[in-house]
């Protein structure tokens, strides 16, 4: 991590695109400078161009040199002040003379790095080339003044073309670099203004909208980064969302679940409260079941309790599952279910259970397990028909299947639609199942419970 702190690959990349640039513009100016301005200023193509500026501008100094009379002194000392606008085109090179101009032969040589002498006779002249540029005996324009010959050299216009394409091969070498390090800066703008689009729309709200930022730098890392953290926050949204609901679905349960022994308990009260009961011993059985179904209501309001007080609704379960007698169990629930059963007006006889077996579960989900269902029998069945319980061991299982006609005109105004749900996650939670069909009128509810075998 701290290694690729140091290296910035977006530095480094808008570095590389300068190197390139600046490279491109120094190659443009130097093939300005190098190629293309001595190819316009010595090509033949071009020189009869420039013999003409030059017999212009000598013509037209000569003609103001003898319109005012002007020596040699004059003429060259206040050149650039008398015809400063010709001055600025010609670039004038002076030759100095104290004698009249008459000679067959002549010789340049070079002195120093702007200047000539010339020999003509006996006599030497000095050339001094103000413009910079070399000084041949043709490019010589005599030029007659008062008390002497001056003569101008023919390199008229020189410096303002060498000016103009220069300023020209700079501009060239601007527009290349810019062509190098504009796309690159809009490209990188771009890419910002995109994730800042991405950005906004998870500021406004939308936690699935994806970010995708290309690239391999600093920028996508961050969006990279930002994708990241979208993700972390859909998750827990996620995670709170299913613990709410199945907080939410706990409590409903357990509040539908509530009402069976509610119910039953108030039963088995009236029938003590009017005195139903035939015999001691029932009086003694009814206040038993009583106060088993008071334990059962009490054990459904804690477990609500504690589910309204925990975030996940995983700690509201009350005990874990334990290992129990399952003949004595089921066979339990079964008869007072069906005994119960029968004081509605029902047919149900409980059926018996020959071999001993173990089951691995909570007693207080098969508890609800049987409230519920025997609690949808006395809604739902028809009462004219018997309620058949069938009980079949298949060696790692048990399965209890219950068969009753569906009563022609149930009232399901009572009904929430939990008690069937509620028994299915019940009966997961121990590794059981709950299936039901309904053909031709009669609906069936199969329970299976799975076997707890011991480890040898």
């Known amino acids: 991590m701290e290694s690729k702190r140091r290296f910035s690959r977006l530095g480094a990349k808008l570095a590389g695109v300068s190197v390139l640039g600046l490279a491109l513009a120094f190659a443009i100016f130097y093939t300005v400078e190098s190629i293309v301005l001595p190819w316009l200023l010595y090509d033949e193509r071009f020189a009869p161009v420039w013999k003409a500026r030059a017999d212009a501008v000598a013509a037209a100094y000569q003609s103001y040199v003898t319109e005012h009379n002007l020596d040699l002194r004059q003429a060259s000392n206040y050149l ?214 008071a334990a059962q209501i009490k054990t459904l309001t804690d477990q609500l309790f504690a589910s309204a007080q925990v975030d996940a609704p995983e700690a509201a379960l009350e005990l874990p599952p334990e290992r129990v007698d399952g003949a004595a169990l089921l066979g339990q629930l079964l008869a007072e279910e069906c005994d119960g059963l029968c004081r509605e007006g029902f047919n149900a006889q409980p059926p018996v259970f020959r071999q001993q077996f173990a089951l691995y579960l909570r007693t207080a989900d098969a508890v609800r397990v049987f409230d519920n269902l025997f609690s949808n029998l006395k809604k739902y069945a028809d009462p004219a028909f018997p309620v058949k319980i069938r009980a079949r061991d298949k060696g790692e299982t048990v399965v209890l299947r219950f068969e009753n006609h569906v009563c022609p005109a149930p009232d399901r105004t009572d009904s929430h639609g939990l008690g069937v749900p509620t028994m299915r996650e019940l009966m997961s939670r121990s590794g059981g199942t709950l299936e039901t069909s309904e053909e031709k009128g009669i609906y069936t509810s199969t329970l299976t419970f799975r076997k707890h075998w011991e480890p040898r």
């Open 80 to 293: 650039e002040s008398l015809m400063p606008d010709m001055y600025a085109t010609a670039f004038i090179t002076a030759v100095h003379s104290t004698s009249s101009y008459e000679t067959k032969e002549e010789r340049f040589s070079p002195v120093g790095a702007y200047g000539y002498t010339y020999e003509a006779e006996d006599q030497i002249y000095t050339i001094i080339s103000k413009s910079g540029f070399d000084v041949s005996a043709a490019s010589l324009r005599l030029i007659k003044c008062a008390d002497g010959d001056l003569y101008l050299a023919d390199a008229a216009g020189i410096l303002q073309v060498r000016s103009t394409i220069l300023a020209g091969g700079l501009l060239l070498a601007l527009a290349g670099f810019c062509a190098v390090m504009i796309p690159c800066i809009v490209r990188l703008v771009r890419r910002i203004g995109a994730l800042s689009r991405e950005t906004g729309v998870l500021m406004a709200g939308n936690l699935d909208h994806a970010i995708h930022i290309r690239g391999r730098d600093e920028l996508s890392g961050l969006g990279e980064d930002i994708e990241r953290l979208r993700q972390s926050v859909n998750a827990r949204l996620e995670g709170e969302r299913e613990a709410v609901g199945a907080n939410s679905r706990l409590i409903t349960s357990l509040s539908h679940d509530l009402r069976t022994p509610l119910t039953k308990l108030t039963g088995y009260l009236d029938i003590l409260a009017y005195r139903k009961y035939q015999s001691q011993e029932e009086h003694d059985g009814f206040l038993r079941l009583a106060s088993e179904k």
